[in-house]
């Protein structure tokens, strides 16, 4: 069993470097950045949603359906992964396109901060000040928004900090509401921590990656709980779409 409060390791990067030595290019970087500790206060008077996934390899059969389960939100909140083509970041510039107003809201481990804003620099030039992101330093913000206990506990699978960060990232915003586009195990723990601790719904989109999943995944864990009745109502698995949607899970599904 990993340890999920694991320290970080600084890796030298600042959120001013820029490969372009552009000072406009530095500046927009710097006013993407928002402070863990300015969280609470800038969601204050607004709606949020958190969306997770597979990151790459799924067929677009549930994007129209996601997004219009998350456009009418203030803020759509991720875990700071790459744009990828078969991914669930690409709800994000979909959601941006939809929503005028809406801001998407990155939380990312402080020494990839540089790496996600030159990542996203092709968003953020399309959509100026809408996208953020939340640098989260490792333990000292999981303990501080109370998740030691169940970070501990949690069997990570060599992958610690993603687990972490999420969690971490669902308790900062207070946010109730998460969408996802198929999910792995890391995904599962989330939700299994978020229904039992923080009473946050899950609606889970049932769409493979293009192989059949080789361990436990959160459609395997949606599946179980609807089963035995345990999840309160606060679990939704949307099936039929995905020819190949049996690849979503581990067992039959």
């Known amino acids: 069993m990993g340890n999920c409060l694991q320290n970080q390791e600084p890796a030298g990067e600042t959120v001013s470097g820029s490969s372009t030595g552009n000072p406009v290019a530095s500046e927009a970087k710097a006013d993407a950045v928002l402070a863990f500790s300015s ?6 008077d607004k709606t949020t949603v958190h969306i997770k996934g597979f990151g790459s390899g799924m067929p677009p059969v549930y994007h129209a359906d996601a997004l219009a389960g998350i456009k009418s939100y203030d803020v759509v909140v991720w875990d700071g992964d790459p744009l990828e083509d078969g991914g669930f970041t690409e709800l994000v510039p979909q959601y941006l396109a939809a929503n005028p107003t809406g801001v998407a809201l990155a939380f990312k481990l402080s020494t990839s901060v540089s790496k996600f804003l030159d990542s996203w620099s092709k968003t953020t030039t399309a959509y ?10 490792l333990p000292m913000d999981a303990i501080s928004v109370g998740i030691t206990a169940e ?30 586009l198929g999910g792995g195990g890391i995904s599962a723990r989330e939700a299994k921590a978020g229904l039992r601790d923080d009473g946050t719904a899950w609606t889970v989109f049932a769409v493979g ?20 009745l345990e999840d309160g109502g606060l679990l939704t698995l949307v099936r039929g779409k995905d020819p190949k949607e049996g690849d979503a899970f581990y067992g039959t599904g």
């Open 39 to 44: 969280v609470a206060e800038y969601l204050a």
């Open 151 to 180: 970070v501990v506990a949690a069997d990570c699978e060599g992958m610690p900090e993603f687990f972490t960060l999420g969690r971490t990232a669902i308790r900062a915003t207070g946010s109730k509401t998460v969408v996802s």
């Open 209 to 228: 990656r293009g192989r059949k999943e080789e361990k436990a995944s959160l459609c395997d864990f949606v599946l179980s709980q609807a089963a035995g």
């Open 128 to 137: 100026p000040g809408r996208v953020r992101v939340v640098p989260v330093e």
